[in-house]
């Protein structure tokens, strides 16, 4: 059964930094992973899917990778602002179809 | 952008009474889900439809759970006997074909007092 781990669980930092979030999961057999953005109460937005073939993806400041191999998936988030403050959610797709989700990293970027 | 919507928002019922939530799935997309997510937990799957039959479900879809697409458009899920723990938020996708990205309504928050 397939299980996704996200650390750190909660992050702090000051505006301009920049962060790695950090994914990891059990079985290598995925056809792609995705990471959302949840704000409090709120559903659930996409910021960037990687197939399982490629080995990284880019959207603006967001920068995500795939190390399929060794189950690991990192988010890099390039000169943080407060508007990036959510939790951010890792999910694989390992059974063609259905999301396994880890439990989110919560950021929290002050001014 | 063409965008999943979820109605109701917010719904609160009594212990044992029947639910209906409801979803509009991207039109043109082939693949529908339902997950849920307890207050503080990780978001977990429930079940997904496709070619007007579940195509999977988890052990959380008991037979007190089923899905229907009435129409072309609406997409549902219906608790018959709700219970306290059923109180969730619950999230509708959809996607275009199985390997694609997923887009997620903004979810019903269910309360069951």
């Known amino acids: 059964k397939q299980e996704v781990t996200q650390i750190p669980a909660a992050l702090s930092v000051p505006e301009g930094e920049n962060l790695v979030l950090n994914c990891s999961f059990t079985?290598?057999?995925?056809?792609?992973l995705q990471w959302f953005r949840q704000d409090p109460g709120k559903g659930l937005t996409s910021l960037l899917l990687?197939?399982?073939?490629?080995r990284e993806q880019t959207s603006g400041r967001l920068n995500a990778s795939l190390d399929k191999s060794s189950g690991r998936s990192t988010l890099y988030i390039a000169a943080s602002q407060p508007g990036d403050s959510a939790t951010y959610l890792c999910?694989?797709?390992?059974?063609?179809?259905?999301?396994?989700f880890g439990k989110g990293t919560m950021l929290l970027v002050s001014p | 952008e063409p965008e999943v919507t979820q109605t109701p928002s917010h719904q609160v019922t009594q212990m044992g009474q029947e639910v209906i939530l409801r979803c509009v799935p991207i039109?043109?997309?082939?693949?529908f889900y339902w997950y849920r997510q307890i207050l503080g937990q990780k978001v977990e799957f429930l079940v997904s439809?496709?070619?007007?039959?579940?195509?999977?479900k988890s052990e959380i879809f008991d037979d007190q759970f089923s899905v229907e697409r009435p129409d072309g458009s609406n997409f549902t899920l219906k608790i018959r006997s709700t219970k306290l723990e059923d109180s969730a938020m619950y999230f509708c996708?959809?996607?275009?074909?199985?390997?694609?990205?997923?887009?997620f309504g903004p979810g019903t928050r269910l309360t069951v007092t």
């Open positions: 999910a694989v797709n390992s059974g063609y179809s259905t999301l396994t």
């Open positions: 079985d290598s057999a995925i056809y792609n």
């Open positions: 990687i197939q399982s073939s490629q």
């Open positions: 039109s043109n997309h082939l693949y």
């Open positions: 439809f496709y070619n007007n039959e579940i195509s999977e």
């Open positions: 996708a959809s996607v275009l074909a199985g390997p694609y990205e997923q887009y």
